[in-house]
């Protein structure tokens, strides 16, 4: 396993850092363009909502190696007002509606794997593997 | 998908570079097929974009490298789209789902609150209902006295969709367990005004013409909630008049008392009672005229009370296009001679 890079969010100009970094990792990693331009976004849309609604937080990035396969473990966390309804933001249409992006069904639609972890008052945490087809 | 991708990927490729050395029809026409296979399997536009870009990558090995990043930025633009294609599809399946769960709870609220129209002898009844959507907000009910008499509701819930319509089975379950009132309009209404009052929602109001007529003395005694006047057709004058009657809509008010009337009826007579679904039907943005309804109710004047309503209820929906714009609710009494 390799060293885990990690890149800090308090401003809007870190989100482009992030993608940065996501998609250089995700390159050396043998990923295509097209998977690479959607870590790009899926990395987008999680910094995005750690600037909006945390204020402050980190992604991580980490190489996993299983089964012969290889993944990006790309991790989001914050230690913001956390997310009072789960369901409520996973559902098509609840942020998009306003026309602020892919939210975090689009996240998880980016992904192969998908974990949300919330904690009213105490942060959120969003994990999504993709996996270099 | 991976593999469909990779089928596709191939004639993507021959598609383009033959049409690139020869600029044919032909090629544009498989390209087209290529697309329409391309939604058929879900696949993404910038997935397509990829093909694109791998292709002339291929294609053209020798390829400026400003042309090839121009391409990624093309990529990358279309991710979103992706995303949001995915949504919409998605939140089409839900759609579809939606629908037929109404159409379920539509089927539903038909078998609750069915009612069969009675016999009653010297009287020739007709009644046609017709839902503008899926779920029906007009009901009307047909109460059989073990005294050979008949208790005629007819109701419009003001305020549409599902709440409004479900309400309906309430005030039919209500009217049932109060047989003794059925003989008497105005008790019936009063009552009625109490459960609506204490158990529906304030936005929903509900409008009830209820009437009883009894076969012996050939009377009808009405009482009306706020609800859509019908008419009276006099045989012997030849002419229509309004039925008149005044009472506010069910719900207001707990302690609303209600007025009742009565109506001598005489053979070849006819009652109409109606909701405004029929009164406010619109041939383009015009709203029909009462003597308009009335002119087409004498038309069909001769035929028995069933086809009679069902040929009223073809004219407006054909002048309509087909498309009600409120539920249809036309209920017609016959006074045979």
Known sequence: MEPQSFVEIKEEWDIVGARQMGRNI???AGFGTVDQARIATAISELARNIYLYAGSGTISYEI?????????????????????????????GYTTSGGLGAGLPGVKRLSDEFDLRSEEGKGTTVQCIKWVR | MDNAIKIDAATYKDLLEHYIKTRDEQSLYGAEQVSKSFIKKQILPDEIVNLYIQAM????????????ASMDFLLETMIAYGLAHQEYQNLREEQLTLKSEISVAANMQKTLLGT????IEGLDIGVVSVPAHQMNGDYHHFVKGE??????????????GIPAALCMSMIKYSMETYPEESTSPKKMLTNLNKVVERNVDPGIFITMFYTHYLPSESTLRYASAGHEPGFYYNAETDSFEEIHSKGIVLGVTPDTEYQQYELP????????????????????????????LL???????????????????????????????DDFTLLILKKQV
């Open chain 2, 295 to 325: 002119d087409v109710i004498k038309q069909y004047a001769d035929l028995p009370a069933q086809e009679m309503v069902q040929q009223v209820y073809k004219h407006f929906e054909r002048l309509q296009d087909f498309q009600l714009r």
């Open chain 2, 265 to 292: 009826i005489y053979p070849g007579d006819m009652v109409v009672l109606l909701t405004d679904g029929v009164t406010e039907a619109r041939d383009g943005e015009r709203f029909i005229e009462t003597e308009e």
């Open chain 1, 64 to 92: 996993l190696e299983k089964m012969g396969r290889k993944g990006l473990i790309i991790t989001a966390t914050d230690s913001g007002p956390g997310i009072p309804d789960l369901s409520l933001v996973m559902e098509d």
């Open chain 1, 26 to 28: 995700a390159k050396e």
């Open chain 2, 116 to 119: 069969t129209k009675p016999e």
């Open chain 2, 147 to 160: 005294d050979g008499s008949l208790g005629i509701a007819i109701a419009d819930v003001v305020g549409k």
């Open chain 2, 57 to 68: 990558a291929e294609l053209y090995p020798e390829m400026c490298k400003d042309v090839q």
